[in-house]
């Protein structure tokens, strides 16, 4: 019998009001090996979300980087940042470029090659006021 672990998990809720129409739930997982996904999904533990939401897809990602501050745990707030991969000749030297938020508490990024893409989640205590340069 192998171990369900998970790495981390956030369970993300989007609230009606500010220009939200509808409250929205979103768990993020992030895994140490695929055989925890595979539990998660495969013995059970989705039925649950299968049985409150009915049935959902799951959107998957791999996991490019992950920088949590030590007081990461505290946040309450993340930002969604969603970017294209756009098409090019190599991506021996493709950067992940990602924004850097004044009072940022963690940033996990990860891609997703069948649709080219990659998002940048980033983590704050606070409701976070503006967004700051590129890095």
């Known amino acids: 019998m192998s171990l369900c672990r998970i ?3 956030w369970n993300l809720i989007l609230e009606q009001g500010n220009d939200n129409l509808t409250n929205s739930y979103c768990p993020l997982y992030v895994w140490h090996h695929t055989n925890g996904m595979n539990k998660f999904i495969f013995d059970s533990y989705f039925d ?3 049985d409150s939401f009915g049935w959902q897809n799951i959107n998957i990602g791999i996991m490019t980087k992950i ?3 030590d007081n990461f745990f505290l946040s309450k707030y993340v930002l969604e940042e969603p970017h294209a991969i756009p098409v090019q000749a190599k991506l ?3 950067s992940f470029k990602t ?3 004044q009072d ?3 940033n996990v990024v990860i ?3 069948d649709k080219w893409q990659y998002t940048s989640f980033t983590f ?3 409701k976070p006021a503006s967004q700051q340069k590129n890095i």
């Open 7 to 9: 790495f981390l998990h």
């Open 48 to 50: 649950n979300i299968i």
């Open 67 to 69: 920088e949590l501050e």
């Open 92 to 94: 021996k030297n493709f």
């Open 99 to 101: 924004t850097k938020h």
């Open 104 to 106: 940022q508490v963690g």
């Open 111 to 113: 891609y997703n090659p």
């Open 124 to 126: 704050f205590k606070q």
